[in-house]
């Protein structure tokens, strides 16, 4: 259910006027859990945000960009430095917004797997939402790698039975072919109405999805790929209250190029932890 200011949300018109919204709006009511907004100005900018990461995952769907695993990468180097690991480091000079917008203004240049396309979804539906001169000052160094994500993108994972258009969920293929292991799971925009963008299957429903990596399970395989209760996000109402200012003093995040191709934001957690602890 939704709360704002401490009172049950009553939709108006104004929000069934909009038929995205008015999705994302049922899904967060029907929830068992609490979605509670400080202000309707905080929760037209949630609603705002996750429209803009469906309407940027709808945008790659119809791009040229392609899959590849971290080895097979590629970027335009005008905006970006293609790491070793495969990641992209933002070129010196150049604005985080123009980078981002480039990579699906020339999306023929850019080659990347399934995280990192999602992590630029949030990127971008962020830049739409705030505008250029707040996601410059909010997101000044830039670096797409896997689920790495700046601090003030607030991303964080939990498991649960229900999820918002414009989270990220997880399908799961347990029995994956060792030879294809960029097909151990599919991280997939939710985009409301039962349909789900993953980067290089395209946009489908759930059944979709797992028919396809089921194609890619060991020949001797029993156990179906299925729809994890996973659920990964950036902390929405954190990035409302911002309002582009970020945060004074960053502290240095810590990558880990662990080189697994589509794997789940708990999964990366639990590489970079192993990191940090080794």
Known sequence: MIQVSGRPF????????????????????????????????????????????????????QGDSSFATFKSSRCNPE???????????????????????????NSDLYKFECATACVINFYHGILLSIGSPSFNNLFPRLYLYSWYTDEDLGLYSFYANHFIPGDVIYFNNPDFDPGTPWFRGVNAIAMGNSRFFGHGFGIRTANQMIEALNRKRKTDSQQSAYLASLITRPSFNQLANLSGSGR????????????????SYINYLFELSYKLNH
Not at 248 to 263: D, G, T
């Open 248 to 263: 004074l003093h960053k502290r240095a995040s810590f990558v880990v190029h662990h080189n697994k191709n589509s794997i």
């Open 10 to 61: 009553q939709s108006s018109n104004y929000w069934n006027k909009d038929e995205v919204g008015k999705v994302i709006i049922e899904a967060m009511q029907e929830a068992q859990d609490l979605y509670s907004f400080s202000s309707e100005r905080e929760l037209s900018f949630v609603i705002k945000a996750r429209k803009n990461i469906i309407l940027s995952a709808r945008q790659m769907d």
């Open 79 to 105: 905006y970006w430095n293609l790491t070793e690991a495969g990641g992209f480091l933002l070129n010196p000079q150049v604005s985080p917004s123009d980078a981002i917008f480039d990579i699906f203004k």
